[in-house]
């Protein structure tokens, strides 16, 4: 009999779903950060996404390290590795290479005119000054930032998980609901370790732990299962508040060391509330589940490029802001699948982004 967690799967998909309405409205930002296309700031579209990136990474990591355990136990430390590099080290190569020149070449023609063409931008791409988010064009990892630092933590967290997996389950089983939210405080502490452009290696290497050491163990599952009520609730009141502090109130010293400490415990209790109301409804598997659980590192691959095509002739070419959002998110999903269904069908393309069949 399988044992295989059905709602972990389920998750997954459903967040990496989220994609699309993330990328597409982050556009929109008001906030100051720029974007490979940048359209006029929106407090609306803003405040969504606002409320998604606190816990929308981090839960990828958490899941990874869920998974993981189930992956090490399979495999030899050297097949894991082996494993590690073609689904995510070759992928992450073949995706620098084919996929993020596309992000920049739009971003070369909408921020700075560029009328060369798109094999000049190639050039650009590899030798261009640039500060890695390629917002502006010049070489950047993109997206699979995600990829790069998953690949690294998933083998720097080899010796840890040798050295402690078996010295901890007891520890961790009698953790109660207050010691597990506070559990916060670890990647809290991690974002200082590793930060390029604002991602922290070291923070996500913590959520990764956290997954493989506390958050695979059913009974800690279970906690949040019978939690999640009053879990949901903390998180709803959370963002709230943090809400109100980013639109009301002036961002000083003070206000953005507290509103750090918000956003990652607001995260932290979603990440939980997710896992507990995952187990109680989400642990199915159909035909739909297994399918979209299959495609869902190829939507991660491809979605972003669609989006950004879509988004810089939707501005061009429409005035309202919430039909371009609505427009790019609904046109980028169908074109993200179809370029998923031809890439993996073909072996050598299969190969290079780490596609199932």
Known sequence: MSDRKH????IRWLTVLLLFPFHALIIYNNFGE???????????????????????????FVLAGISAVYAIK????????????????????????????ILTYFAELYHNGYTGSYIRQYILFFTKETDLTGYTGGFTPGHLWFLLYLFIISLISLPIIYFVSSKINNIIERMNIFILVSLFIIPLLGQFIGNISGKSIGEYFCYYLIGYFVLSNEKIVDKCVKYC????????????????LINFFSINAILSAALSILNRFYGFCTILFILGIGKLKLNISN????YLSGISFGIYLFHLPWI????????????????????????SIPLTVVSIEISRRIIVTRFMFGLKK
């Open 34 to 60: 720029n974007n490979y296309i940048k359209g006029n700031g929106n407090a609306i579209l803003s405040n969504i996404t606002t409320s998604i990136w606190p816990w929308f990474m981090p839960v990828l």
């Open 74 to 101: 399979k495999r030899t430390i050297k097949g894991y590795i082996i494993e590690r590099v073609k689904k995510l080290l070759v992928p992450l190569i073949f995706g620098i290479l084919i996929i993020c020149p």
């Open 308 to 331: 950004i095509i879509i988004a810089y002739y939707a501005i061009k070419y429409i005035q309202n802001i919430y039909m371009q959002a609505i427009l790019i998110t609904l046109l």
């Open 229 to 244: 009520r009053p879990l949901g609730i903390l998180s709803a009141v959370c963002l709230l508040v943090y809400l109100i």
């Open 7 to 10: 709602y972990v799967d389920n």
């Open 287 to 290: 035909k739909a589940t297994i």
